[in-house]
């Protein structure tokens, strides 16, 4: 994370002295995703939402997007959910398929982002019926949810095993020395931020929600398309044609990135933004709804 950055954090923890950092805003990315899906939840969903929702949240679904991130940082107890927030595919082929590419690296079957998607929707479609129960903790089940949408819409989250999404692969950000992953995790929103929102991310999301409604709006319907409880596997197979097409295309490791490779990854970059947003939101709105949703 940047200097600026670090300082808009700690700015935003001092006024809210009462979130404790384990639920730190932390990522800008999955904090504009929450906050496009918190717009389109039906009435229902905002009320389930609400209730399970940390008390730290204070009901903003947003604050709490990042959360899977701090712990797998912070905490051991939370190492095993690594291997939830990406999925690796064979190198070069620029495809995903869930049976040969969801498992960690021990080949534990459905332990990646997609299998995640399931895992936690399934849960929290089946407590929402039985809130008592005590089979799962639904407020963890929404927080990794909510993270992993925004994840798995991440280009290179779906990216090569070989360079572990683009991790190993070493590049300059302008004058910033970074990985490929981080420049798609958090340095094309950053420099979009400074370059055209006054490094204020709510203008960044008042742009979104415009273009949704407005640029976008005859493609929100098919990104809405989903005849599931849930539909992570067309998202992760975007993903990696989006990472072949877009990130790895002339970032070779040593390369340095600059005006040619921002200006014409960033509207990539905002589409799968509001795209994740657009299809947590359906999701959350899916698992909450008061008609009970056919089984898969
Ligand atoms: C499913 O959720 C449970 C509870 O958090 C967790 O222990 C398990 O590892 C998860 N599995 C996958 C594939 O997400
Ligand atoms: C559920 O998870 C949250 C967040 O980790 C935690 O604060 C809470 O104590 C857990 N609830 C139960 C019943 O374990
Ligand atoms: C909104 O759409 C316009 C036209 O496609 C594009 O130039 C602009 O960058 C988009 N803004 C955001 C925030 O997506």
Redesign the pocket.
Known sequence: MGGFELRWVVRVTVVLMMVPKILGWGKEGHYVICKIAEEYLTEDALAAVKELLPDQAEGDLAAVCSWADEVKHHYPYYR??SP?HYVDTPDFLCNYKYCRDCHDGHRHK???VT??I???SM?LSQGYYDLNSEK??LT??LM?LSHFVGDVHQPLHVGFTGDVGGNTIVVRWYRRKTNLHHVWDTMIIESALKTYYKSDLTLMIQALLRNITDEWSDDVPSWENCKKMVCPDPYASESVRLACKFAYRNATPGSTLGDDYFLSRLPVVEKRLAQSGIRLAEVLNRIFSKQPFAAQ
């Open positions: 095993w959910s939830l459905d332990r990646c299998g995640a399931y895992n936690y849960q799962y903790n963890e089940a990794f």
